[in-house]
């Protein structure tokens, strides 16, 4: 029997990143795989998306040419070849994660595993043993019972990205970050797109203010929005898909050739051992601890299979911290509530820490800026005007509480507000920052101006 000093369950950006950091501090390392290399991030989540989202907003451009002064005739898009191009990036990046396995001397088994006590690991037969085992299988989209997924008529975001023909029409079940962002796409490849969405706001994580943006953006560009609404049942022995949505103003029938259920994820907990071993779970979740130890010693948990943000860089940092811990150095625990969250639609939309709704309710005393992009003279250049920056700090202590941002480009730019807080920056410390002209990010700089009533450009 093999045996390893670390072996990772799973290769997504937990997994991977578990693996390379685990070869890095020195210990012997095996990660298996049961598909590709790079998890659902690379392979189905945010690479080959963004690929996609990436030939819509080309299109996008080429549509609006005149804007720019340009004559573009009849632009046209290819679907089969936009699906294509997204499938090419995600492939070369599996890739590039099977490169690294090998630049850092890490077995990879491919090869469906399970767990065993003794800190062993079945893979189709064969065991191996490790001193610690690190669990990253991940999740897949979650089903409700009133919307069956069938992959052809009723979908989750795998068939999503991979339709051999582009739907005429389109439902879209839910909608957070996924959903607007196949929402966006679709819409933008001239697919007729209506989203149902049960709460009262679409991307109901932000701040409110953010919603309505996205919301009327949306509306602009034709996206038909349902709040309050709840598909109840889906009729698929017709030619295409009826959808009966329940809203508050009764029933509505609606008709599509595809439903996208993106109504959250499901972790993958089932089938991989975690009863021979008596890990615990609650719900769908490996319970662990700080440093990601489960109940039992030597069996660890990282990512989308445990709780907090389903993201593909906090698995990774939990990655990170979890090696770490086991190799014996001093780890300061993940802090939660500094975690960005993007969403890559047009407009984009990035946040972190507490929206104005929150803030509030948690009884803080706030004092908050905002500075539109229309006021931007880089996003005037760039004809990107929509959206805008919104901060929320602290009046009594000045900490930085919340920053909301959505418009163009607007992903790139949170990484700022992250590590100010990570800091504990003021914000008459962001305002004496220089930032440099002209740039979408100076949004940031007189958006913290405006909340000390000291904004130069409004
Ligand atoms: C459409 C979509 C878009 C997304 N976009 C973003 C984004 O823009 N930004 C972002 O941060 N996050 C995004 N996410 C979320 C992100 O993909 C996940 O948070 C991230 O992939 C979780 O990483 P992980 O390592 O926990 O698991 P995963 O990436 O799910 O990887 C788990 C791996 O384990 C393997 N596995 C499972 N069970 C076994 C077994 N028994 N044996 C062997 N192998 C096994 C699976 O095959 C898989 O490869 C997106 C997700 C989706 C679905």
Redesign the pocket.
Known sequence: MSKYDIIV?????????AAIRASQLGFKTAI???????????????????ALLKSAQVFEYLKHAEDYGLKVKDAEHDFDAVVKRSRGVADGMSNGVKFLMKKNKIDVIE????IKTGKKVD?DGTEYSADHIII??????RELPSLPQDGKKVI???Q??NLDKQPKKLIVVGSG??GV??AYFYNSMGTEVTIVEYLDKIVPVEDNEVSKQLERSFKKSGIKIMTSAEVTSVDTSGKGVKATVKTKKGEEILEADIVLS?VG?KS?IE???LENVGIAVDRDKILVNDYYQTNIPGYYA?????PG????????A??ILCVEKIAGQHVEALDYGNIP????CTPEIASVGLTEEQAKAQGLDVKIGKFPFSASGKASAGGNKEGFVKVIFDAKYGEWLGCHMIGAGVTDMIAEAVLGRKLETTGHEVLKAVHPHPTMSEAVMEAVAAAYDEVIHL
């Not at 090869?111 to 399970?114: H, R, S």
């Not at 990253?136 to 989209?141: E, H, I, K, L, P």
């Not at 969250?341 to 890559?344: K, R």
Request: net charge negative; glycine share 20%; aromatic share 8%.
């Open positions: 369950l799973g290769s997504g950006p937990g997994g991977y990143v298996i795989e049961k598909e590709s290399l790079g998890g659902i991030c690379l392979n189905w989540g945010c690479i080959p998306t963004k090869g469906y595993g399970t893979v990253a299988t991940g999740a897949r989209s989750g975001y795998r999503a990205m970050a996924i962002e196949f993106a994820i993958n089938n991989i051992g990282i990512g989308d299979v445990t943000q389903a993201l593909a860089h906090v698995a990774s939990e990655a969250g993007c969403t890559y």
